[in-house]
């Protein structure tokens, strides 16, 4: 670890600047060098990225364009890797954007990707083009969550299939997991409430695993609890590809509806909050839903 000398800025920011970052991970930023709090650095960090994913050394070296030797050097502190090539690693693990700064940051330098918050004016083409994907979709439902499936938007067809829900479900910060497997939430019409309520967690874990978050990890926990135990066999309707969802409309004649669901994401953005954007399509696996919602949603 190296402890830098130079004079440390006390004043606390809340921007995207390299400062402000630092200051946010309870780290001191001092321009080229930083003062880490927690142990293990950039060596420890990389070290533990690359076993999360299960990825030799020698894989990584040839993904990143560079040796074994080297990769084994940083990983033991013993080589000290410029700001490309810590970038370049971290393009090679898959490493979301959002800890690829952390990286950099734990090897002194300043994050490469900004974080703009979803309202600024500079992001209002991307609200724009989301806008008419959601509308686009319908009759269907569709969402837009963040990175812990907590809702940003949706569209008329997701707010019909939720009617009859707890509003303390749909009051923000929504989590739109927690809304489909609540007792208050939509478990109670959901027909397939055991298949669906695990494809639902198994999706949920594999995005802690991929992208580690403890309020992800807290969410699985939250709902295993909420969660029929596991069925022990598929269902006979299950579809190979996806899990379909079975769902009783709140309309008067409780109508079936039968979903799938498609994720989408941005998969060159740059800038942390895009990236960290998840589209979740619904789209009817028969004739008779989709007749259904082009009747019950009003757009």
């Known amino acids: 670890m190296i402890v830098a000398t130079t004079t440390v800025l006390r004043r606390r920011r809340s921007d995207n600047s390299p400062e402000g970052i630092a200051n946010r991970r309870g780290t001191r930023y001092t321009g080229r060098m930083i003062t880490e709090s927690a142990s293990g650095g950039l060596a420890g960090a990389l070290r533990t990225w690359r076993t999360r994913r299960r990825v030799s050394q020698l894989e990584l070296a040839v993904r990143a364009g560079t040796t074994q030797r080297h990769v084994s050097f940083i990983e033991s502190g013993r080589s000290t890797p410029g700001r490309a090539m810590i970038i370049r690693l971290a393009e090679s693990l898959e490493v979301p954007i959002r800890d690829r700064n952390e990286l950099l940051l734990a090897a002194g330098f300043a994050p490469a990707y900004p974080q703009t918050d979803l309202d600024h004016p500079q ?88 992208n580690p978050s403890d309020r992800l990890q807290h969410l699985v926990e939250e709902l295993v609890d909420l969660a029929p135990p596991r069925p022990r066999q598929l269902s006979p309707h299950h579809l190979g590809f996806a899990v379909p969802l079975h769902l009783r409309t709140s309309s008067p004649d409780s109508r079936e509806l039968r979903l799938i669901t498609t994720l989408t994401h941005f998969g060159t953005a740059t800038d942390v909050t895009i990236a960290e954007l998840r589209l979740e399509a619904f789209l009817p696996a028969d004739e008779a839903t989709s007749a259904a919602l082009t009747e019950l949603v009003t757009w």
């Open 123 to 210: 992001l209002a083409p991307v609200r724009t083009a989301l806008n008419r994907v959601l509308h686009g979709h319908l009759p269907y439902p569709a969402v837009i969550v963040d990175r812990h499936g907590d809702l940003i938007s949706a569209n008329a067809g997701f707010h019909m299939i939720t009617r009859g829900v707890d509003p303390h479900l749909l009051t923000p910060p929504v989590s739109v997991p927690r809304a489909l497997l609540h007792p208050r939430g939509l478990a109670p019409r959901i027909v397939n409430l055991e298949e669906w309520a695990w494809h639902i967690i198994d999706s949920v874990q594999a995005e802690s695993v991929r």
